[in-house]
């Protein structure tokens, strides 16, 4: 079956500092993946949606500069949270898309989950 | 405004009983999935659905895309049911979905 790996599970850091997550697919080719933060409110936000080829897209609010994303092969995904501060603690989930499976299903990673001192 | 309307957003179920969570939609969506999210925070897939309905054991979900809601059975409670559940409905673009608040469900022994 589709699984989705992501590390490291919780990160603390200190504010100003960067933190960075990845993104494993197991069992199925990755051409998409979106990328989430869940807010402490338990909202979901997506910052941006990268598919292998194109350009990433970002969302309102989140920019390249600040979330930088890297989505080289069809399996793995790596986002990295830089110069993080207390506005940017959450959890961070990747979504990657299965192309040969239900169309638009998404399978998330266990999630990363962001503290900033 | 919110796409997705969940409800309710919290309940709380005795072992062995039953009960519904739904979703309401305010625009046209072509699909939802429903997850549990665990208390570490891993978002478990339920099911996907573009129409009808699906069951997989105690659980069974419907969609009607023409009017505009889905709906999460939980049958025969258990007491590793507790979670918080979401709804997600399909946006315009793979990979964009619009997350219902959630619903903490807590089952009670």
């Known amino acids: 079956g589709a699984l989705v790996y992501q590390y490291p599970r919780r990160t603390i850091c200190k504010s100003g500092t960067s933190m960075r997550m990845e993104c494993q697919a197991v069992g199925f080719q990755a051409t998409s993946v979106a990328w989430y933060r869940q807010s402490p409110q338990k909202t979901f936000e997506l910052i941006a949606l990268s598919t292998v080829n194109s350009a990433i897209k970002y969302e309102q609010n989140f920019t390249q500069e600040k979330f930088p994303i890297s989505h080289p092969n069809l399996s793995f995904s790596s986002m990295t949270v830089l110069n993080a501060y207390l506005e940017d603690r959450g959890l961070y989930l990747c979504?990657?898309?299965?192309?040969?499976?239900?169309?638009?299903?998404?399978?998330f990673g266990e999630g990363s989950k962001l503290t900033v001192l | 405004g919110d796409q997705v309307e969940q409800s309710p957003s919290a309940l709380s179920l005795h072992e062995g009983t039953s009960s519904a969570l739904r979703c309401n939609f305010t625009?046209?969506?072509?699909?939802v999935q429903w997850f549990r999210q665990n208390s570490r925070g891993s978002l478990i897939n339920l099911f996907y659905?573009?129409?009808g309905t699906k069951e997989n054991g105690r659980l069974k979900s419907a969609f009607d895309s023409k009017e505009l809601y889905s709906t999460l059975h939980i049958r025969d409670a258990q007491l590793e049911d507790s979670g918080t559940y979401f709804c997600a409905a399909r946006g315009s673009a793979l990979g964009r979905l619009h997350f219902g608040a959630g619903t903490q469900l807590i089952v009670i022994p």
């Open positions: 659905l573009a129409s």
């Open positions: 979504g990657a898309r299965d192309p040969g499976g239900d169309t638009g299903q998404l399978y």
């Open positions: 625009t046209t969506t072509r699909s």
